[in-house]
């Protein structure tokens, strides 16, 4: 079931694109409605992609590369459409749409085979830090996105800049606490597999130091003004330290 489950997805998630493209060029609210329905049926796709290969492995997949990049693509898809119900995230649409369907696509190409966790992996913490990491994850993909695309958009289309200034915001404040959950429950995990809530170990250290760049974004914009451009990069900046963690 699940490479039915992974077409379907990936085949909505390419209508969404293509509507979203077209809309651009040729701009039609219903080709806008059709957009988003797409992405609802790539993201429901997805959902049962993901609800399968947990109930199938007994476990959260996060084991092996194709499982995280599959929960790290739905949780891009997620946060996207939580916002999408609350605030206006329309203008991120088409490229939203697009990195998920690479992302599924380059997935589509890896080793889907499940794999057990190791002992020191088999815990309910882990599962907690995990979910919650990516979850936070999702919302700082699109603040590095929104980031990206305000800087294109401030030379060519001042109007649409501004609010991508605040929306990219948002998804940082959206994201921070689930980064700070995810490492608290990480040191937590730690304690119960190696007896030590914090090691100084490389992936512990780059853990901390992407927690407080984003922790200094927010200070940043928050008491010390720093907003559009200037936020925009920090945020970009925080994300390739995401990406090196």
Same mark, same amino acid.
């Not at 790539?42 to 290969?53: E, Q």
């Given at each position: ?9 990936? @085949? ?8 979203? @493209? ?5 701009? $039609?609210?219903?080709?806008? $409605? ?7 049926? !790539?993201?429901?796709? &997805?959902?049962?992609?993901?609800? =399968? *290969? #947990?109930?199938?492995?007994? *476990? ?13 693509? #739905?949780?891009?898809? =997620?946060?996207? +459409? ?9 203008? =991120? ?15 589509? /190409? ?17 599962? +907690? &830090?995990? @979910?919650?990491?990516?979850? !936070? ?8 996105? /929104? ?8 030379? $060519? ?12 915001? *948002? ?12 490492? /608290?429950?990480?040191?937590? #995990?730690?304690?119960?597999? #190696? !007896? ?26 928050? !008491? ?9 990069? =920090?945020?970009? +900046? ?8």
């Amino acid at each position: 079931m699940q490479p039915y489950a992974m077409q379907f997805a990936l @085949i909505a998630y390419l209508f969404s694109a293509g509507f979203y @493209i077209f809309a651009t060029v040729f701009p $039609r609210k219903h080709l806008e $409605r059709n957009a988003e329905w797409s992405f609802g049926a !790539g993201f429901f796709g &997805h959902s049962v992609l993901v609800a =399968l *290969r #947990w109930y199938e492995a007994g *476990r959260p997949p996060f084991a092996n590369m194709y499982e995280a990049l599959v929960l790290l693509a #739905w949780c891009v898809a =997620l946060v996207y +459409i939580i916002f999408s119900l609350f605030d206006s995230v329309k203008a =991120l649409g088409k490229v939203v749409s697009v990195l998920v369907l690479l992302l599924m696509n380059y997935i589509a /190409t890896l080793d889907g085979s499940i794999t057990p966790l190791m002992p020191a992996l088999q815990s309910k913490w882990i599962s +907690i &830090h995990v @979910i919650t990491y990516f979850i !936070g994850y999702g919302g700082l993909t699109l603040s590095f996105v /929104t980031g990206i695309y305000y800087l294109i958009a401030r030379r $060519r289309n001042p109007a649409l800049a501004r609010p991508l200034d605040g929306l990219g915001y *948002r998804f940082i404040a959206f994201g921070f606490p689930f980064l700070t959950v995810g490492m /608290t429950t990480g040191s937590i #995990w730690a304690n119960t597999a #190696w !007896g030590t809530y914090w090691g100084w170990d490389p992936k512990e250290t780059c853990s901390l130091i992407t927690w407080l760049v984003y922790a200094l974004y927010l200070h940043l914009r928050m !008491g010390g003004g720093w907003k559009e451009r200037r936020a925009a990069w =920090l945020s970009i +900046i925080g994300y390739i330290v995401v990406l090196f963690t």
